[in-house]
């Protein structure tokens, strides 16, 4: 009987481990087997079992191998291996962050505490480093104060960020067939063919309608509203000036999309509009306060191409080149008062006049 409890033991225990000169292969066993009943005992009353792996060591250094164990699905416990010598065996409970440890060999059962420390041989202390993470706060707040907090910075501004466009009254008549024109394709491109003549057209009704639909970017919305508003400019001589007040609004709700195909489509409208007639750049003037505070946010947004050839110059799409240009254009047509107000409202503007 007792021999084959002693065969048992010695056909289920490990064999010597490498390396570990002066350590018998029934002595190791022994004290495997002598580890594995006392963790047992300890831990009668558990719910579940985790299974261990046996140190097996190569030298003689210690030796500390983490996430190369099994852990519990219960509990959230994980095992780690480790030696601290040649034949050392240690079974130590550790709690970092929440989360217990159990560091050793032969096999334990979970329970909901920690066992007390069981300590077979002397050992070195483990080097435990907690994973701290730094929580970020906004400034001005009691979080700011605590230790291990970030600050982050204040949001960005968003001068330059692109504004989505409200539904146009130009769009809605355009769907239910209210404009007499009609696109019309041709060798040199894309233009509008008139129904009726552009002179007898009502100036009041269809040049503020075709002005709002400057913030059309979709086609055909975006071409109609442009090449409209070129045409009736064209046409109109003296029934242009009595409606200046009625444009204003959708030049600056044009203006304050930030979208940069909108800009540069009313700078050019802009230009078209103040040699279109006589006393159209002076009746602008009270309206510089509306108008001229995107483009002094919008003023010095040049390329810098280096010795490369940039071609929106040709196609007249460089937002800074376009802004300064139609600055000149009002300063010229603006009368005597037009420098000071365009200088008050952007400041680094200089007179073309004293170039």
């Given at each position: 009987m007792k021999d084959k409890t002693t065969a048992s033991t010695n056909s289920n225990s490990n064999h010597c481990p490498q390396g570990v000169p002066g350590v018998g292969a029934q002595r190791w066993a022994r004290q495997n087997t002598r580890l594995t009943s006392q963790l047992r005992a300890e831990?009668?009353?558990?719910?579940?079992?985790?299974?261990?792996?046996?140190?097996?060591?190569?030298?003689h250094e210690r030796r500390v191998e983490e996430d190369g164990g099994e852990g519990c699905r219960v509990c959230g416990r994980s095992v780690i291996r480790s030696l601290t010598g040649p034949g050392t065996v240690a079974a130590v409970w550790l709690r970092q962050d929440s989360t217990t440890r159990l560091q050793g060999q032969g096999t334990r059962d979970c329970g909901s505490s920690p066992p007390r420390i069981s300590l077979f041989t002397s050992m070195k202390p483990l080097d435990i480093s907690k994973d701290r993470t730094q929580l970020e706060t906004k400034g001005f707040t009691v979080k700011a104060t605590m230790k291990n907090t970030v600050v982050v910075g204040p949001p960005a501004a968003g001068a330059f960020r692109e504004r989505p466009a409200k539904p146009t009254t130009f769009r809605k008549l355009y769907e239910r067939g209210e404009f007499p024109m009609a696109l019309e394709h041709n060798t040199t491109g894309n233009r509008i063919a008139w129904k009726v003549e552009i002179e007898k057209l009502d100036y009041h009704h269809?040049?503020?309608?075709?002005?709002?639909?400057?913030?059309?970017?979709?086609?055909?919305?975006?071409?109609?509203?442009?090449?409209?508003?070129?045409?009736?400019?064209?046409?109109?001589?003296?029934?242009?000036?009595?409606?200046?007040?009625?444009?204003?609004?959708?030049?600056?709700?044009?203006?304050?999309?930030?979208?940069?195909?909108?800009?540069?489509?009313?700078?050019?409208?802009?230009?078209?509009?103040?040699?279109?007639?006589?006393?159209?750049?002076?009746?602008?003037?009270?309206?510089?306060?509306?108008?001229?505070?995107?483009?002094?946010?919008?003023?010095?947004?040049?390329?810098?191409?280096?010795?490369?050839?940039?071609?929106?110059?040709?196609?007249?799409?460089?937002?800074?080149?376009?802004?300064?240009?139609?600055?000149?254009?009002?300063?010229?047509?603006?009368?005597?008062?037009?420098?000071?107000?365009?200088?008050?409202?952007?400041?680094?503007?200089?007179?073309?006049?004293?170039?």
């Amino acid at each position: 009987m007792k021999d084959k409890t002693t065969a048992s033991t010695n056909s289920n225990s490990n064999h010597c481990p490498q390396g570990v000169p002066g350590v018998g292969a029934q002595r190791w066993a022994r004290q495997n087997t002598r580890l594995t009943s006392q963790l047992r005992a300890e831990t009668k009353a558990a719910k579940h079992r985790i299974s261990f792996y046996e140190g097996k060591s190569s030298g003689h250094e210690r030796r500390v191998e983490e996430d190369g164990g099994e852990g519990c699905r219960v509990c959230g416990r994980s095992v780690i291996r480790s030696l601290t010598g040649p034949g050392t065996v240690a079974a130590v409970w550790l709690r970092q962050d929440s989360t217990t440890r159990l560091q050793g060999q032969g096999t334990r059962d979970c329970g909901s505490s920690p066992p007390r420390i069981s300590l077979f041989t002397s050992m070195k202390p483990l080097d435990i480093s907690k994973d701290r993470t730094q929580l970020e706060t906004k400034g001005f707040t009691v979080k700011a104060t605590m230790k291990n907090t970030v600050v982050v910075g204040p949001p960005a501004a968003g001068a330059f960020r692109e504004r989505p466009a409200k539904p146009t009254t130009f769009r809605k008549l355009y769907e239910r067939g209210e404009f007499p024109m009609a696109l019309e394709h041709n060798t040199t491109g894309n233009r509008i063919a008139w129904k009726v003549e552009i002179e007898k057209l009502d100036y009041h009704h269809y040049l503020p309608l075709f002005f709002d639909g400057l913030c059309e970017t979709a086609h055909p919305y975006g071409f109609f509203a442009c090449q409209g508003v070129h045409d009736l400019l064209e046409h109109g001589g003296a029934k242009i000036l009595p409606i200046i007040p009625q444009l204003i609004l959708p030049i600056k709700n044009a203006l304050n999309t930030r979208n940069r195909q909108v800009i540069c489509t009313t700078l050019k409208v802009l230009q078209h509009l103040v040699v279109s007639a006589e006393m159209v750049g002076e009746a602008l003037v009270p309206y510089y306060r509306q108008i001229l505070p995107v483009l002094n946010i919008f003023k010095n947004m040049n390329r810098n191409s280096g010795d490369g050839i940039d071609y929106s110059q040709q196609k007249r799409e460089n937002i800074g080149d376009l802004i300064q240009e139609t600055l000149e254009v009002l300063e010229c047509y603006g009368g005597p008062d037009a420098f000071i107000n365009i200088k008050y409202m952007v400041p680094t503007y200089e007179s073309c006049f004293l170039k």
